[in-house]
């Protein structure tokens, strides 16, 4: 395994793994604060409890988070199965 971590195409592709990962975070995190701006605090505490219903493009950046943050997680494994 030596051999193979001194390889620059294995290196290139290790760098390459982590600025995606990098900017994957960096998504994902807009896309949470996004979504969170229109909590607030009394929801913390269980007050002014609504559900309603995600739509339009409330729902797309539902379902984006959750692929965005499938995407990172996989990433995170891969980079440890390959370090």
Same mark, same amino acid.
């Given at each position: 395994?030596? #051999? ?7 290196? +290139?592709? &290790? ?11 960096? &998504? ?7 979504? %969170? ?8 505490? +269980?007050? +002014? /409890? ?7 493009? /409330? ?9 965005? %943050?499938? &995407?990172?997680?996989? %990433?995170?494994?891969? #980079?440890?199965?390959? #370090?």
């Amino acid at each position: 395994m030596h #051999n193979l971590a001194k390889d620059p195409t294995i290196i +290139g592709m &290790l760098f390459a793994l982590k600025v995606t990962q990098i900017v994957i975070a960096v &998504l994902l995190m807009g896309l949470i604060l996004i979504q %969170s701006k229109g909590v607030g605090l009394g929801s913390t505490f +269980g007050g +002014g /409890e609504v559900y309603f219903a995600r739509r339009g493009a /409330e729902k797309i950046l539902f379902v984006f988070t959750i692929v965005i %943050s499938i &995407l990172f997680i996989t %990433s995170s494994v891969v #980079n440890v199965w390959l #370090n």
